[in-house]
Structure formats: structure tokens, C-alpha cells
């Protein structure tokens, strides 16, 4: 397979450099596969469903074609995946897709995870360690740096901005030991990302080491996201007519969204046959995407601070993937937009408990509220134009050109799945809020807590830094 530049079409390169390079370094374009290729039809027809690593391994199979061979394809995705993504049916007609078992509880240890092993088989052989510098203001860094611990070949350096990311967050990320090590800076996420992008630019320290970043829009973190959705569709088409009680229910799809690097995965799933009818985006405040789908305008803006902090952005970067590979009708015939505000976040949190029993985390919670709102009317006042009060959260589309499956939600015959992005315990005090009890925190998660922090601390300042990198890398 060779991936085209979104900026360029006629830029193309191998899987391997895509990987390893990231993004187009004289477009600032990003990759997409050339051609989305289908499942192989024994694998979605089959009577019993197949494991979750055998889809892995068809799903990513035609990407990585000549250049990963099948038995190192496979041993990748079975030292990448010791977890799955399970399926809980919370109502007849509501599964929840849980993304959360990985090491550090969040989805993002999916793509991050494939990442790390894919990088690793394309720097065999170097005899210089590959340098991953990665500056994050939360989530990603555990992700990338768990995911790369233990990994051969490469090494990676966190910068975080102290005491600006939640207790927790800031555990996950100052405990690793090894080959993963954190910088704590006195600083904001912005000089974070300042020093990083200080060093990748310097030629001299560039010469010294082979540095590289690990960052959300790398194709390798994109593909294996896909592998959740075939699973997970495969899964509910088996059970869901005996649940629901519908005569061959479509299938809808509800993603929070934020760089919208999750949804674009399911996009790709869906080409390659995955059985999904359509999705929902539905995001916090951070409403670009729903507006764009609305408008037909895309306006990038600044983010604003929600209680799903995961999707506070204001520019997510794979909107440029999904304009490549839709045209604004059918994005519009595809995708449902959906934005819904803090206290509606709170307010989900607490009706899903209530009617399902489910403990959900906040950002869940905004597609919980977005697919219980479709199949309970939402979608037929869409239909007939009628639009919420001004300002205030639901669908956000163009009604004049609904998404195909618009109509079947109205009239019922539509199943629905979540994607569950992180476990609840990572926002612990904001799930109480909504439903006035603790989560269950898991192992793993409790083990980080008692774990030593080894985070080095870090002035603001690119001299330290450079020097620090020089002497300790
Ligand atoms: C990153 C993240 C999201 C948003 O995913 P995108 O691919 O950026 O749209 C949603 N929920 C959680 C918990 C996340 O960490």
C-alpha cells in the first residue's frame, strides 16, 4: 500500500515512511492510504465471530503489505493487544464498545501501542536509538510512553507542564522507569511544546541523535483504531435483532470526538466493510466539526476548557484526512453532528447511570447523550428542520441534507454503539459529581498511585533543556 499526501496527491511514499516521518515535511500535509482496501468477505460473514487479534491482523494486513511479513504482523499484534475491546450491551438497544483496557485506560493505548511496535520493526537494524520527544498536556503522553516502554531500540523523554494536568495524569507519566523518562516543566503546555519543536529544529543536536516525534496524526496510530470497529460491529450485528427485538437493525456508530483522529478511523472501517450504517461526531463545546457539517463552512478556532478535556480542540487535525477522502455530501450523508455543553455532560452522566446502571465517563457520556437522543425523537425533529433553542447543544446538521440513516432512527429500526474512550475512574471526581459515588478504580490504575515519581524537573528555558538532552540521552 502507498499513502498520498492531503495536501498534495501526487506525493506519495511507502508505509515505512509514513511511519517514520509522520507528516509531509515540506506540505504539512498528512497520509492517507491510497486506496481503502475491503475485509476479506470469510471474515465478516462468518458464523462465529473471530478473535479480536485474527481481525487485527486482516484489517492491518493490506496496509502494511511488503513491507511488514505476516508473521511479524501478527507477533506486533499479539505483544500490542494482551487486551480487547469488549462489548456491553447496557439496553436492548445500546452496546458500549469499552476502549479502556489497555495499560493505561484509555483508548488512545490502541494506536499508540501499534505505533511503538511498528516503529520498532522499521528501526531494526539502526544502531542508533531512535529518539521519541513527545510534549503533552495529558493523555497522550501516558499512551506514547507506556506503549513504547520496553520497547527495543527507542527511547522517549515526556515534557509535561507541572502541575497543570490532573493528579492522576500526572502520576501516569512521572512513574515510568527504563527506556521512558518525563521532564516536568515549570512551564505552560505551550513551552512544552516550544522546547520540543526547539529541538527537532536544531540542526547541530540533530546531527548528535536521531530524533523523532509520536505524535496523534501518525497513519500507524490511525489504522489499528479500525480493528475496534470491525470487532465491535461484527459483534453487535450477531446479537443485536435478538436484543432489540428490530427485524435487521442498522447500525449506528456514536465516537466523542475531539482531533477527530477516532472517527476517521471508523470511517475506514465502514469502506472496508465493517457493518456501520453511519455515525454520530458528537463533541463538547469544541462544536467545529458539527459546524461544519451544518454550515459547510469549516472555522477553526481557539478551544475552550470542558469537563471532557480530551476533546478540547478547537482545530482537530483529521478533519484534513476526512475532506480527502469525502466530499462535504457525503461526510453530510455519513455523519450526524452533535455538541453538547458541560451541564448536559454532567446531566449524561447521571441519566445513563440511572436508566442503565452504567458508569460512564464524561467523554462517553457526550455520545451516550447524543445516541439517546437520536433514537428517542432526536433525529425526527432534526428531519423537520426543527431547530434547538439557540446556542443550546443537539444535533447539529444540515437538514436539508440529512445523513441516509436519519430517517431509519426515527422510525426505530436502528441499534445503536458507543464508543467508551476511557475508563470513569480517570475522572473520578467529575463522575461523583454526576452520579454521587466513586467509580471503581482498576488495578492497574491503582498501582500507578503507589509507584515512586521519577519525573526530572525542568526549567522553561531551551538552553536547559538542550543541555540536559546532550548529557542524558
Ligand atoms: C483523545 C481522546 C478523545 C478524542 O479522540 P480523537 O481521536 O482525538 O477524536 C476522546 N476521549 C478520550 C478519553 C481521549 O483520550
Known amino acids: ?19 517514520m516521518q509522520g507528516m509531509d515535511p515540506e506540505t504539512g500535509g498528512l497520509y492517507i492510504p491510497e486506496s481503502i482496501p475491503t475485509l476479506p468477505t470469510g471474515l465478516v460473514s462468518r458464523k462465529s465471530i473471530p478473535s479480536f487479534r485474527e481481525i487485527a491482523f486482516e484489517t492491518a494486513r493490506p496496509f502494511v503489505e511488503g513491507e511488514i511479513p505476516d508473521d511479524e504482523l501478527m507477533a506486533i499484534i499479539a505483544d500490542a493487544y494482551p487486551f480487547t475491546a469488549p462489548v456491553a450491551p447496557i439496553d436492548p438497544t445500546t452496546y458500549v464498545l469499552e476502549l479502556f483496557h489497555g495499560p493505561t485506560c484509555a483508548f488512545k493505548d490502541f494506536g499508540a501501542r501499534f505505533m511503538a511496535r511498528t516503529m520498532s520493526w522499521f528501526n531494526r537494524g539502526e544502531k542508533k536509538a531512535l529518539h521519541i520527544l513527545v510534549a503533552t498536556s495529558g493523555d497522550t503522553g501516558s499512551a506514547v510512553g507506556s506503549a513504547f516502554h520496553g520497547v527495543e531500540g527507542i527511547d522517549v523523554t515526556i515534557l509535561y507542564p507541572r502541575g497543570k494536568i490532573s493528579p492522576l495524569q500526572e502520576k501516569q507519566l512521572s512513574t515510568f522507569d527504563g527506556n521512558v523518562r518525563a521532564l516536568s516543566v515549570e512551564g505552560t503546555f505551550d513551552d512544552c511544546q516550544r522546547l520540543v519543536k526547539a529541538a527537532f529544529t536544531d540542526e547541530a543536536l540533530r546531527g548528535k541523535f536521531r530524533l523523532s516525534s ?13 480493528f475496534y470497529y470491525v470487532y465491535g460491529s461484527l459483534l453487535v450485528r450477531e446479537r443485536c435483532p435478538y436484543d432489540s427485538k428490530i427485524d435487521c437493525p442498522s447500525l449506528v ?5 475531539g482531533n477527530f483522529g477516532n472517527l476517521t478511523s471508523g470511517l475506514i472501517a465502514r469502506r472496508m466493510g465493517a457493518p ?21 463552512r469549516y472555522e477553526a478556532r481557539p478551544s475552550v476548557a470542558t469537563l471532557s478535556n480530551a476533546m478540547d480542540v478547537g482545530a482537530p487535525s483529521n478533519y484534513e484526512r476526512m475532506q480527502a477522502m469525502y466530499s462535504l455530501d457525503e461526510a453530510r450523508s455519513l455523519i450526524a453532528g452533535y455538541w453538547l455543553d458541560d451541564a ?28 439517546d437522543h437520536a433514537r428517542s425523537g432526536g433525529m425526527r425533529d432534526f428531519l423537520d ?68 515519581d521519577r519525573s526530572i524537573p ?9 543541555e540536559w538532552l546532550v548529557a542524558s540521552l
Not at 458 to 466: G, P, V
Open 1 to 19: 500500500m502507498r499513502y498520498r499526501d492531503t495536501r498534495d496527491a501526487s506525493r506519495m511514499v511507502s508505509f515505512a515512511q509514513a511511519v
Open 214 to 226: 509520536a505524535n496523534s496524526i501518525n497513519i500507524s496510530r490511525l489504522l489499528p483504531q479500525a
Open 253 to 257: 456508530v456514536t465516537v466523542p470526538s
Open 276 to 296: 456501520i450504517r453511519g455515525f454520530i461526531a458528537a463533541t463538547n463545546a469544541n462544536r467545529t466539526v458539527p459546524d461544519w457539517l451544518a454550515t459547510g
Open 344 to 371: 448536559g455532560t454532567t446531566e449524561a452522566m447521571r441519566s445513563c447511570h440511572e436508566k442503565t446502571g452504567y458508569v460512564i465517563d464524561p467523554h462517553g457520556a457526550v455520545a451516550w447523550r447524543a445516541w
Open 385 to 452: 428542520g426543527k431547530k434547538a433553542a439557540r446556542g443550546a447543544s443537539g444535533f447539529k446538521g444540515n437538514a436539508k441534507r440529512p445523513p441516509e440513516w436519519a430517517k431509519d432512527c426515527a422510525e426505530r429500526k436502528c441499534v445503536g454503539m458507543i464508543l467508551e474512550t476511557a475508563h470513569p475512574a480517570k475522572f473520578g471526581e467529575t463522575v461523583r459529581a454526576a452520579i454521587g459515588r466513586d467509580p471503581t478504580i482498576p488495578e492497574r490504575l491503582e498501582r500507578v498511585l503507589q509507584l515512586p
Open 458 to 466: 525542568m526549567a522553561a528555558d531551551y538552553a536547559s533543556f538542550r
